[in-house]
């Protein structure tokens, strides 16, 4: 292996230009296979942060009741409204013993219970329609991080105090320690103190939410001690909906949601992306492996007299072949070596010259070197793939052939 | 018998292709040990296919090889490619050294093709080798930089590396000039008396054949003739 390992190497350094040539091709390639890889793959975990970061991954309701259509008193007659604001309301009344069984799920990372209900939300003449959200803060921060997202007042719920978001406030015109009234459809009103504000990154949250304590809306909403909703965050995001389905089936009775299916056009849109870095890894590849190839072929035949005597002098025909796979291997690791090089490089110019307003890189990139690692190994392998045929061709010649003619 | 170093049976060769084309037509030789023979015969005589057969370069269709009481044409590949390495020493023509290496690097590739190292004692014995051929001066040069002569006194060094049985040299000085071909004979025959190797040399050159102790001639594939020479250096 050694002497095969030598002469590979003189073969290749014997042809300086050819080697050059075909070294810096390969690391051009690999470098763009690098920049493409980790950029695209970058854009996808930073669109899915974006996404779903800060959400829950999957959450579990009662299965629809036929509440949507609520019979209530409007004036001592009955009237059907419906109730298109937001969820059952039912509630789950084993809520704590299924929120001990998902903390126990080593493979879900935070776990929520919720008392989630509409209504409104009245500061003097001005009255808007609000969700209100009943939960422990401690745990509510798992998946909404809240905590540090108050951005004004104090970011406790005692009971009787509220936070609202940025955009509520500015609509009714609340701060910390104004009094606010809450009321359920056709109920009296509640007064309520605003604890602090926050500020969740997305609009339609700040401008609807209300938080506070869960036994505290449980009450309002009329659920005893109960819950209504179950969120929870997962380890790995893209297999939320296998772990959802697992508990679909702990939980029969339940609706159990992974974020995947409500975001079926998000996900169709990542994995065109991801099947289109994977097409243009397939070409480079390919790329990468008739050039080698072909190099390699010229090589063959330029060393058939070296063959050739090296055949006569009893080397073995499958050393021969391995001659010509070890330059094969020998020019896709050190091609993509070179080529990891320029691509971290290039891929660092770019983040460094393509940032937001606050300096904040547009797609944060990272790096792994097990995924630099794999981009090496299958460039190795496409080189030796490639030197096969030149490596057969090789094996094959017949030593008398090039003794007899010169 | 046990002076046989190798003799074949019966040796027939055909050529499959472009058409088929007995070459050798049924030859029984044999060569002793350290004993300096020549093949003579003209051109398309058989004399380079009977030495490829000889060095198990190239297998009989007929017949038997039998080196040092083995029948060399049973042998697998790989089994052939290990004997023509441990026993045989090639020098051809055109020298064929490899431009890659150096005069001392072309020298152990016999032996790194059977070791798979350069031990100390090898590449001893490859710069006393090279020295005995009188190109010890040149040991670290590239072998693509040197003259004709010096490449054919290399190939020479290369082939007694492993220290075969037998040398087979085919044309070794035609493309040599007359004062190098002597050189290179004069070594060979230096070589067949010091070290003992056995040796076949193929040549069209009459002049170089009668300084041999044998003469073998091929005509169409037969041996016409068979002269034990008796020369008075012996």
Known sequence: MKFDLKLAARFLLAGKTQTGLIFIGIAIGVAVLVFLTFLISGLGEDIINRTIGNSPHITITREDQPLQFAQRNFNGLPVYTEDASRTTRETIDEWQYIVRGLENDNRISSVVAVADGPGFIIRGDLEEAI??????????????DISSRVVDGSPKLVAGAILIGTDLAEKIKAGPGDAVQIRLMGEDPESYLVGGIFDLGVQTLN?????????????????????????????????????????????????????????????????????????????????VTLAVSSVLAISAIQRAKQIGILKAMGIRTRRIGRVFLLQGAVLGFTGSLLGSVLGVGLLYFFVSVSRTADGDPIVPVTLTVAGLAAIVLITTAAGTLAAYFPARHSAKLDPIEVIRNG | MDNILIETKHLIKDYTKPTRLRVLHGIDIQLERGSFSSLIGASGSGKSTLLHVLGALDRPTEGEVIFDNTQISRLTDDELSDFRNSKVGFIFQFHYLLPEFSVLENVLIPNMIQTDTESPEVLERATELLEYVGVGHILNKSAGNIS??????????????????????????????????????????????????????????????EKTDRIIELKDGLIINDTLQILTQK
């Not at chain 1, 969700?131 to 909404?144: N, Q, S």
């Not at chain 2, 492993?162 to 070594?187: H, M, R, W, Y």
Request: glycine share 6%; charged share 25%.
């Open chain 1, 131 to 144: 969700v209100i959200r009943g939960m422990d803060l401690e745990t509510a921060d798992g998946i909404y």
């Open chain 2, 148 to 209: 004709g002569g010096e490449q054919q006194r290399t190939a020479i060094a290369r082939a007694l590396i492993n220290q075969p049985d037998l040398i087979l040299a085919d044309e070794p000085t035609g493309n040599l000039d007359s004062v190098n071909s002597e050189k290179v004979l004069d070594l060979l025959r230096k070589i067949n008396r010091e070290l003992n190797t056995t040796i076949l040399l193929v040549t069209h050159d009459a002049s170089l054949a």
């Open chain 1, 207 to 287: 401008q609807r939410w209300i938080l506070m304590n869960r036994e505290r809306a449980a009450f309002l909403l009329g659920f005893e001690n109960g819950v209504n909703v179950i969120e929870t965050q997962v380890n790995e995001v893209f297999q939320s909906q296998y772990i959802a389905a697992d508990w679909k089936n702990l939980l029969p009775r339940f609706k159990v949601d992974s974020w995947e299916e409500a975001n079926r056009q998000l996900l169709i849109g990542l994995r065109s992306q991801e099947s289109s870095s994977y097409t243009i890894q397939f070409f480079v590849l390919l790329a």
